[in-house]
């Protein structure tokens, strides 16, 4: 059986245990006069965990290990002795055999490859056949080893909150070990790149040309400088001049001003912005906004300005994060206290004067940290600066200039047939990493100053 039907027959046979087993319990809770210290459906969820885990994870090894037994035993039929020395054309040869077995294919370019199909077929066939019946013994035993626990004093619910716990703990070990395994792959691969260009090059050099490296000195064309401004450039100049004024006003009208019922429209219409893929907004700079931005250079005398600039990408960035900021506010405003707003007007302030000398300045921590939130966010966006943003590295503030950004750099170097063991590839890991130290230390300086603003009105 494939594995598609096994997992069917797996889940088939926990339903049925967890209804047989319930019922079984249901009778329990009738005959017993002593109080059942677990409910049925307790006892059923018992029993289906015992009889469908233990096969799932078996199926689940099975299915990583049973490729290479499948080939382990057709490389001891007769046939296999006119494959090639190990290499690249036997394993090319190996999965047309393979995928024709499956059937996969309907030709081959070798035809060792069709005398050995046949061959595949019998070992993946005997492997299936295995592994079906390892997969009954295990959920038959499982569920009546199980079954024949299930007696009216036993605490099934116990043993259940035991196993949601277990994997409660395992969903976070995961996203914890792939943290550090990310974390980690970079700190690697950053640190074969730091043994080759000095890190001082790297990170105070101004020229930056990975597509000539002079190998007696690789650090003289990395410098990275050009590119940390054009990211801080793009991403908390010109996107965050955009962002902050447009998402703090929406939030304070919407918060302050706008009727109930306005509030109930305009908000989940502005959060749809936050919900449009970045591959959208990629689009709509590249076709609409940087054409629209050179055009309006050329008009006001600047012929030189490029299709691809700053100023472009940073436009749509901050319409991209408008929605981020406004909520962040909306939240913090919404979070002052409504005594300090009433005293501000008891006084005799106007609405305007409680907004900017009270409303603000009280909600101005968690502000401020959702605008540090917001520029993390923008300085590791990639879609838009791709598409829309130049692949020139240049130190300039121009914003009708070309420049580009670390993540359009990642991208150019990761992408193409460079070899990884080259100083121009593993730039991009430094890169990377340099980024992931950024945005990491934002992120704690933001979460610190939203923090500290909860626990002052808590």
Known sequence: MSGVILLILILGLGIIA???????????RRRSSTRVSSLPHHHGWYVALWTAVPPMIFLAIWSATSPALVTDMVLHVPAAVQLPAPGFERAAILSEARALAAGRAHGAFHALSRTLAPAYDRAQTRIDWIATAIVLLLALAGGA??????????????????????LLLAASLIAILTTAGIVASLLYEAGRFFSVVPITDFLFGTHWSPQVIDPRDPGASLG?????????????????AV????????????????????????????????????????YFAALTVAPAVRQFAVAIGID???????????????????????????????AVPSSMRDGSLAMGA???????????PAALPGVVGGVLLAVSRAIGETMIVVMAASGVATLTANPFASTTTVTRQIVDLLTGEAEFDSPKTLAAFALGLTLFVITLLLNIVALSVVKRYRESYE
């Open 18 to 28: 967890w209804a047989s087993t319930r019922m079984r319990a249901l009778g329990f």
């Open 145 to 166: 080893y199980a079954y024949l626990r299930v007696k009216p004093g036993f605490s099934a619910r116990t043993r259940i909150e035991r196993v949601v716990l277990g």
């Open 224 to 240: 990275a400088v050009p590119l940390f401004w054009g990211t801080f450039f793009i991403g908390a100049v010109i996107a965050m």
């Open 243 to 282: 962002a902050i004024p447009f998402g703090l006003m929406s939030a304070i009208y919407l918060t302050q001003y706008a009727a109930p019922r306005v509030r109930r429209i305009m908000k989940p219409v502005l959060e749809v912005l936050a919900g449009i893929p970045t591959v959208v907004y990629g």
């Open 304 to 334: 030189w300005a490029s299709s691809e600039s700053a100023l472009a990408a940073g436009l749509v960035m901050g319409v991209m994060i408008i929605p981020f900021v406004s909520s962040m506010a909306d939240d913090s405003l919404a």
């Open 350 to 360: 106007t609405p305007s004067e409680t907004i900017t000398r009270v409303m603000l």
